[in-house]
């Protein structure tokens, strides 16, 4: 199969780690179909890797992280990054014979995807903000109701985001759930006292959080909730990751006077592993999420997780058995509490989480659903032309 892939986040100069999740899932299936990426980017940062792997770069013109950030004056811009992608889509299209079209997100991907007029099958995938937020801003919740209804099949990455598409006119039966997948033998159990030696790390008990630093993930709150519980436990706080909030977070832990938060600031993807494995719990305060991938890493390493109960996080957090979720900050404080207390707990769930993620959410897995998926579109839409018995 000729497979074309169109997404407004993949690994870039300034963000090595932006997509890197559909990146990961392209090179599995490129080993068995043909794969063509159209992307943005200001300077490639990835070599061309398998030789069914083609990329298709446009430029990216913005410094903001999400859509969500870019500025009024900006407009223009994004219009002509949306004709940039659009026009880059439609020379791919049809000078490669694609089969199948598969967006990552409603908008600008999807949305460019339903705009290409050609009769080849079209898939998006939806990861959270996309339905979650712009369904409900004027005009993007038109552009996103259009693109999910001229989609063939729209994939949701949890059933939260599902029961959401649903509310927001998507037809039940073009939804299937397919989670991003993850690596088990690049995020796995390692030896967390011999890595955090090689990292110079030191900490009797250290909580991670990995992802960007925006509004929304509130790592102000874990900074909080660390802040209280410092006054009582030996513990850590490793900040991987880094975006526009940085200097604000930082800022109020100087405030707060302490003194065992760490910026690691962003890292290489390769390391992110060893920086989850290496770590005692990872938590996430999100205001909002789809199904986190960091959630899936660090389950995959062996790591249980704490979460605030947002978007599609009890597809995988099962509550008491491979992590915790929780409604508010005095109940985050009470399970870190128990994993501080309890090394057996501790250990016991970060099993439970590993052996969750091998069943059920291996990128070898979902990627033979991915594989599946495309092929019976393609088949519907030979029988519809005839071209089959």
């Known amino acids: 199969m000729k497979i074309q892939y169109i997404t407004s986040s993949f690994p870039r100069e300034d963000n090595q780690n932006a997509g890197i999740f559909i990146y990961n899932q392209i090179k599995k299936l490129s080993k068995n179909h043909e794969i063509h990426v159209v992307y943005p980017t200001k300077h490639r940062i990835l070599d061309q890797g398998p030789a069914n792997l083609h990329l298709h770069e446009i430029n990216y013109p913005f ?9 009024s004056g900006e407009l223009y811009r994004l219009i ?9 889509s439609f020379k791919v299209t049809h000078k490669n014979n694609i089969d199948v079209i598969h967006s990552h997100w409603s908008i600008p991907s999807g949305f460019i995807s339903s705009l290409l007029l050609s009769n080849t099958p079209q898939v998006i995938t939806l990861h959270g903000s996309d339905i979650k937020i712009y369904s409900k801003k004027f005009p993007y919740k038109l552009l996103v109701k259009y693109s999910i209804s ?3 099949k729209i994939i949701t990455v949890s059933n939260d985001l599902k029961d959401i598409a649903i509310s927001c006119g998507c037809d039940p039966k073009k939804i299937v759930v397919i989670p991003n997948g993850v690596d088990i033998d690049k995020f796995k159990p390692v030896n967390k006292e011999y890595v955090k030696k090689l990292k110079n790390i030191s900490s009797n008990f250290l909580i991670c959080y990995v992802g960007s630093l925006i509004k929304i993930k ?13 006054k009582d436990y030996n513990i850590d706080l490793l900040i991987i990751g880094d975006g526009p909030e940085r200097n604000n977070l930082e800022n109020l832990v100087s405030t707060l006077g302490m003194k065992n ?22 938590a996430l305060t999100s205001e909002s999420e789809g199904l986190p991938t960091v959630l899936v890493e660090s389950m995959s ?34 399970k870190l509490i128990k994993y501080i207390e309890n090394e057996d707990l501790k250990c016991s769930h970060g ?4 052996k969750l993620i091998e069943e059920e ?17 393609i088949n519907t839409y030979k029988k519809e032309d005839g071209l089959s018995a």
Not at 261 to 282: H, R
């Open 63 to 71: 410094k903001s992280c999400t859509m969500s950030q870019i500025k």
């Open 80 to 88: 002509k990054f949306c004709y940039s992608m659009y026009t880059e």
């Open 150 to 152: 001229r989609a063939d």
């Open 218 to 230: 509130r790592v102000d709150r874990l900074i909080k909730i660390s802040n209280e519980l410092s």
């Open 261 to 282: 938060v760490k910026f690691q600031g962003a890292v290489p993807n390769e390391e992110i592993p060893e920086y989850i494995s290496m770590s005692d719990v990872l």
């Open 301 to 334: 390493c062996g790591v249980p997780v704490i979460t605030l109960d947002v978007g599609g996080v009890k597809d995988i957090v099962k509550n008491g058995i491979n992590g915790f979720v929780v409604n508010d900050k005095e109940e985050f404080k009470e």
């Open 351 to 354: 099993a439970a989480g590993r």
């Open 361 to 377: 959410q291996s990128i070898d897995k979902t990627s033979l659903r991915l594989s599946k998926l495309y092929g019976e579109l």
